[in-house]
C-alpha cells in the first residue's frame, strides 16, 4: 500500500484501493488474489458482516480482467470462478480471495445442475461435490455478499464461520445473468487436501484452475 501511494504504479500489486489490493498469485498462470488490506484475519472476522464492511466478493469480481491478458482472449462469464479458504485451510491469516476460472467438471455439472439449484442453500446432489449450494441473480454481486449470505441462512455457519470455504461460480440462467455460491465445512490442516471425510469438503481453491482449460481457445 504505501508505495500505491507514493507512485502512479501501485506495483508490485496490479491494484490498490483504501481497503484491498489485487496481486498476481507467486504460483503463476491465472491466478489473482484480493486480499484485504484493512485488518480482518479471514471468513470467520466478524468485522466482514459488519454493515458498513467491504464487500470483498464484489471487488474480486471486479477484478477478473486482471486474468484476460494471461490467458490471451476476454473469457466468458461462465469461466470464472471465486473462493475463499476455511480458517482451517488456508495460507495466511489476511482475508484473501483466489481469483481464478472454475475446473472444467464443476463448471459442467453445475451448467447441467443450474435450473434445480433455488434462492435457499441447499445441498447439491453430487457425490464429487458434497457441498450447499445457493443461486444469486444479477450482473454483479454488488447486493449479495456471499459471506454474510452463508451467515445469515445457514445457522451452523454462522456459529462456526471459520470452518467453511466459499466457491463463487460465475452462471448464466434462463432468466439472466447471476452466480451460484458453494460453501462448506473443511478438514483442518493437512487433512484438508485428502479425500473428505462425510460431511466435509476441499478447500474452495482446489476447484478453481488457473490454465482457465474451460476457456481455451483453439491457436488460428
Known sequence: MPNGQAQPSPGPCVRVT??????????GGAHFLLIATDAVSGIEDPAVLAPA???????AWESRDQLDPVVGHPLVRE????????????????LHIHIECLRPR??????????????????????????????VRGETLRDANPIALLAAGEPAARQDMGAYTIV???MSFDDGPGFIVLAGRTAEGP???????PGLVPPGETLLDSTCAVDSKPTP
Open 79 to 94: 469461466s470464472i470462478g471465486l473462493a475463499i479458504n476455511s480458517a482451517r485451510a488456508r495460507g495466511q491469516d489476511r
Open 106 to 135: 464443476l463448471q459442467q455439472y453445475l451448467q447441467s445442475a443450474a435450473a434445480s439449484i433455488g434462492e435457499h442453500w441447499a445441498p447439491l446432489p453430487s457425490p464429487d461435490f458434497p457441498y450447499l449450494a445457493l443461486r
Open 191 to 197: 487433512a484438508a487436501l485428502l479425500p473428505p471425510a
Open 168 to 170: 463463487v461460480a460465475a
Open 53 to 59: 464492511s467491504t464487500n470483498y466478493f464484489e471487488a
Open 18 to 27: 483504501p481497503h484491498y489490493a489485487v496481486l498476481a498469485d507467486r504460483k
